[in-house]
């Protein structure tokens, strides 16, 4: 089946046959993992022109490629990059599109190392660096100057959840000529298809729900037409690339994705719920939840969500202390979009606007694929704990 026939068909569909089709390599339902760096050509002139589907392996391989085809497929893209991290994902376009002089606005809830890139790098480069308040929305208009290059979101906010009107800062972003790029990591293309909204680059940490088992480090940038191009000329000059095993692995976790998120999402909502009933839980970010202030952009925007939300408890760090070293179930650790459940104490003081006034103490759970009622009885044992704290 084309591409085209097959945008038409469901989401779980698109996940598992995307990027690859099982008659290019002799019928085998998964695609060859190409160990490269050397690639021959049949004669000097072929060589000369470089006419023939792959030169070296720094520009693709058939195991590179069937992953970049496949969250094309996702994204509505023209074009997918693969870096080895997802961090990386935010930096290479931020690198790609701004130049000395040119002022950036970054959401101030973005993820805690995108402030440090823009803080020390591109501070370095002479970018101007200018933090937004998230909720924000049209209301960018008024900051956006005659050199404002690029506008950076990212929703819903790292730890903290805020949901950004992504069509409003989009129309006034695009009126002043600005690229609109957004770390999309939490939704990943299952649930917001940012393209459709009018972000131009969309970014992922594939490390996250894509990889899903917690053993791979991977960043993807998908641009449309207009800015693709400008993308894959620092991307080269910067002699970015991936390994073959690791493309292989994240493919893989793409046919399952659907199935796992559903899961990541279940859980994650029936535990909110639960913790929004609880003694010493202040608050529940989590924009599924009818509570949260940006629960209407959630409905109107995205189609789902993924399995990560923070809680504020009352108190401060020796509460957050007690209830991370009282939980078993849940490991204590970065990143999250693996099989297992993780918790952290968030620290905020990376913001300039966000964060600052919640009435106790922020912690982030990553919720995994146990069987929840075995992760309500962690929580609660963790939540006693702070409560005796
Ligand atoms: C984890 C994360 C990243 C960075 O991904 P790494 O692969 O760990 O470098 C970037 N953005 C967001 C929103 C993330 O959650």
């Given at each position: 089946?084309?591409k085209?026939?097959?945008?038409?068909?469901?989401?779980?569909?698109?996940?598992?046959?995307?990027?690859?089709?099982?008659?290019?390599?002799?019928?085998?339902?998964?695609?060859?993992?190409?160990?490269?760096?050397?690639?021959?050509?049949?004669?000097a002139?072929?060589?000369?022109?470089?006419?023939?589907?792959?030169?070296?392996?720094?520009?693709?391989?058939?195991?590179?490629?069937?992953?970049?085809?496949?969250?094309?497929?996702?994204?509505?893209?023209?074009?997918?990059?693969?870096?080895?991290?997802?961090?990386?994902?935010?930096?290479?376009?931020?690198?790609?599109?701004?130049s000395?002089?040119?002022?950036?606005?970054?959401?101030?809830?973005?993820?805690?190392?995108?402030h440090?890139?823009?803080?020390?790098?591109?501070?370095?480069?002479?970018?101007?660096?200018?933090?937004?308040?998230p909720?924000?929305?049209?209301?960018?208009?008024?900051?956006?100057?005659?050199?404002?290059?690029?506008?950076?979101t990212?929703?819903?906010?790292?730890?903290?959840?805020?949901?950004?009107?992504?069509?409003?800062?989009?129309?006034?972003?695009?009126?002043?000529?600005?690229?609109?790029?957004?770390?999309?990591?939490w939704?990943?293309?299952?649930?917001f298809?940012?393209l459709?909204?009018?972000?131009?680059?969309s970014?992922?940490?594939?490390?996250?729900?894509?990889?899903?088992h917690?053993?791979?480090l991977?960043g993807?940038?998908s641009?449309?037409?207009?800015?693709?191009?400008?993308?894959?000329?620092?991307?080269?000059?910067?002699?970015?690339?991936?390994?073959?095993?690791?493309?292989y692995?994240?493919?893989?976790?793409?046919?399952?994705?659907?199935?796992?998120?559903?899961?990541?999402?279940?859980?994650?909502?029936?535990?909110?719920?639960?913790?929004?009933?609880?003694?010493?839980?202040?608050?529940?970010?989590?924009?599924?939840l009818?509570?949260?202030?940006?629960?209407?952009?959630?409905?109107?925007?995205?189609?789902?969500?993924?399995?990560?939300?923070?809680?504020?408890?009352?108190?401060?760090?020796a509460?957050?202390?007690?209830?991370?070293?009282?939980l078993?179930?849940?490991?204590?650790?970065?990143?999250?979009?693996?099989?297992?459940?993780?918790?952290?104490?968030?620290?905020?003081?990376?913001?300039?606007?966000?964060?600052?006034?919640?009435?106790?103490?922020?912690?982030?759970?990553?919720?995994g694929?146990?069987?929840?009622?075995?992760?309500?009885?962690?929580?609660?044992?963790?939540?006693?704990?702070?409560?005796?704290?």
């Open positions: 089946m084309d085209q026939s097959r945008s038409k068909l469901g989401i779980n569909t698109r996940l598992a046959h995307g990027g690859y089709d099982p008659t290019d390599y002799h019928g085998f339902v998964n695609p060859p993992v190409v160990h490269a760096s050397t690639v021959l050509f049949p004669d002139q072929t060589m000369a022109t470089g006419n023939q589907p792959y030169t070296y392996a720094t520009h693709g391989t058939p195991t590179t490629d069937a992953l970049c085809r496949a969250i094309d497929e996702l994204e509505g893209s023209a074009g997918t990059l693969l870096v080895p991290s997802g961090l990386l994902a935010v930096t290479l376009p931020l690198l790609a599109f701004l000395p002089g040119d002022h950036l606005l970054m959401v101030d809830s973005c993820y805690g190392n995108t440090y890139f823009c803080n020390t790098t591109l501070k370095r480069l002479g970018v101007e660096v200018e933090y937004y308040d909720l924000i929305g049209a209301g960018i208009e008024k900051l956006i100057k005659p050199n404002t290059k690029v506008v950076f990212e929703s819903p906010g790292s730890n903290t959840f805020e949901m950004q009107d992504i069509p409003a800062i989009a129309e006034k972003a695009h009126a002043a000529g600005a690229v609109v790029m957004m770390d999309n990591t939704a990943t293309p299952i649930h298809k940012a459709d909204y009018g972000v131009d680059i970014i992922h940490a594939v490390t996250k729900y894509p990889s899903g917690a053993d791979i991977m993807t940038v641009a449309n037409e207009k800015h693709f191009k400008t993308l894959e000329q620092t991307y080269t000059a910067l002699g970015l690339c991936v390994s073959g095993d690791d493309a692995q994240v493919l893989r976790g793409l046919r399952t994705m659907g199935l796992r998120m559903e899961r990541h999402a279940e859980n994650a909502l029936a535990i909110a719920e639960w913790l929004e009933k609880q003694d010493g839980v202040l608050e529940v970010l989590h924009p599924a009818p509570s949260h202030a940006g629960h209407e952009i959630y409905k109107r925007d995205f189609t789902g969500g993924g399995g990560v939300f923070s809680i504020v408890i009352e108190g401060g760090k509460q957050a202390h007690a209830f991370l070293d009282a078993e179930i849940f490991g204590l650790g970065y990143s999250w979009g693996g099989f297992a459940s993780l918790a952290v104490h968030v620290r905020l003081n990376d913001r300039q606007i966000t964060g600052k006034n919640y009435a106790g103490t922020v912690i982030r759970l990553q919720i694929l146990e069987d929840k009622e075995d992760l309500i009885a962690d929580i609660a044992k963790g939540l006693a704990a702070a409560r005796a704290a």
